[in-house]
């Protein structure tokens, strides 16, 4: 997206200057108009015939350090304690931006601020960073400055923020093992295919023996791979490039997220996990006074899967109809009977939120007590598959020289 330089005039009548991203000089006007800025002058930025421009770009992107969950969670717990005092959002803004250790987090605190004192509100501000700041992020930010509750909006932030790295940690933590067993595993079979295969080949090659078919299978993928081991990095590379491209796709995007939740043992855990995602941050933009309408649209983009987030835009569409958030749920074929009704009885009761924040929490004890046991299911698989491979290298290899100790014997 082209990026315009603008000078233009507050509504104090003092001068202001800056960078926006934007498609053309009008919706550059649009958006200073917007924010009681009327504009002067609108440019295009330009590098000033720079041939370097693109790899300084280039370098300053590589070199810049990821916002990560930690780094947001402590900026909104910042916020809410520093305007909860009673302190100026500006002179808060530059407190942290002097005292961020992330550089990158530093950096757009600093442009946030920067806007604001060029006119600016803080939703507009704080999403010229939708690249660091998730949609709920700023939805938050949108409700509570509407409605003069940011301390409560950045409280309730950093609570969800907190409960979703939580989330994520856990998951990345049960997983490790797994991961770590099949590492192991794959390169102790290229190490017995490229090495130890080629060197019994010879062995038995000696003997002109028949062969079992075990070890002739072992010698000839063996040999395959130590002749056209070239051939296959290449093909597993160009492999990996090609899913990477079409994940990065729309299209390829939402069947990679649908795969992911009907895998084998993950696929329930991350299927719980983000419907628990889900019902936290509907219930807290509820909560928070957002239109339910609105929330539902801010929510299915935070879920971070977009077969999820799919059908969650079909209940939106049917809450626009008029119809229930029960009979809805319960069409995304997304949520069991019991969540189902405790969403009824929310609606009933009129307090949704309240038992969204039940379903959350029984979806999350439910992912607590899946990752507690995940190990424990897929340790069965795992050795299985160790079994089968340890069976098949085991006959390959041991079965001619069981044949030639017999025959040895009988001669």
């Known amino acids: 997206m082209p990026v315009f330089d603008y000078t233009g005039r507050n509504r104090r009548g003092e001068a202001v200057r800056g960078r926006l991203d ?40 590589l070199n810049q350090t990821r916002v990560a969950l930690t780094d947001q969670i402590f900026f909104c717990r910042q916020m809410y304690t520093l305007l909860k005092a009673g302190g100026p959002i500006l002179q808060s803004l530059h407190g942290l931006r002097d005292s961020s250790q992330n ?35 700023i939805s938050m930010v949108q409700v509570g400055e509407t409605t ?13 923020l907190d409960r979703e790295r939580t989330t994520r940690e856990s998951i990345k933590q049960a997983l490790r093992y797994p991961t770590m067993v099949l590492i192991a595993i794959s390169v102790a079979m290229i190490i017995i295919n490229i ?22 299978m072992l010698i000839g993928v063996s040999n395959f791979s130590v002749t056209y081991w070239p051939v296959m990095l290449l093909a597993t590379g160009l492999l990996a490039l090609a899913v990477r491209w079409y994940i990065g796709t ?16 993950i696929g329930g855990l991350l299927m719980r ?26 929510v299915s983009r935070a879920v971070d899967n977009d077969f999820v987030s799919a059908r969650i835009a079909h209940m939106r569409e049917g809450i626009e109809r008029g119809e229930s958030i029960t009979r809805t749920a319960a069409g995304t074929a997304l949520f069991p009977p019991l969540v189902l009704q405790m969403i009824a009885v929310g609606e009933e009761t009129g307090a949704v939120d309240e038992l969204l924040i039940e379903v959350s929490d029984f979806y999350e004890r439910e992912v607590d007590y ?34 030639l100790a017999r025959a040895s014997r009988g001669g």
Request: a positive charge; hydrophobic letters at 50%; zero cysteines.
């Open 250 to 265: 729309t299209q390829g995007r939402y069947h990679w997220h649908k795969l992911m939740l009907h895998l084998p043992i």
């Open 195 to 216: 090495f130890v295969i080629p060197a019994f080949a010879k062995i038995y090659a000696g003997f002109k023996a028949e062969l079992p078919w075990a070890t002739k």
């Open 148 to 160: 003069g509750s940011l301390p409560a909006a950045f409280l309730q932030l950093a609570a969800y």
């Open 370 to 403: 899946a990752l507690k046991n995940l190990s424990a299911a897929i340790e069965p698989v795992l050795i299985v598959v160790i079994g089968i491979m340890v069976l098949i290298l085991a006959l390959g290899v041991f079965l001619p020289m069981w044949d």
């Open 22 to 61: 934007g498609i053309s000089p009008n919706a550059i006007a649009d958006q200073l108009s917007g924010t009681g800025v009327t504009p002067i002058d609108i440019v295009e930025a330009r590098d000033g015939g720079d041939v370097f421009a693109g790899l300084r770009a280039l370098r300053t992107k």
């Open 103 to 137: 550089p990158t987090l530093a950096k757009v605190i600093g442009s946030i601020g920067e806007g604001l004192e060029s006119g600016m509100d803080l939703t507009a501000a704080v999403n010229r960073h939708n690249d660091v700041f998730p949609p709920l992020f």
């Open 273 to 298: 996990a983000t419907l628990g995602r889900f019902a936290r941050a509907l219930a807290v933009t509820i909560k928070s006074g957002v239109p339910l309408v609105q929330g539902i649209t801010v």
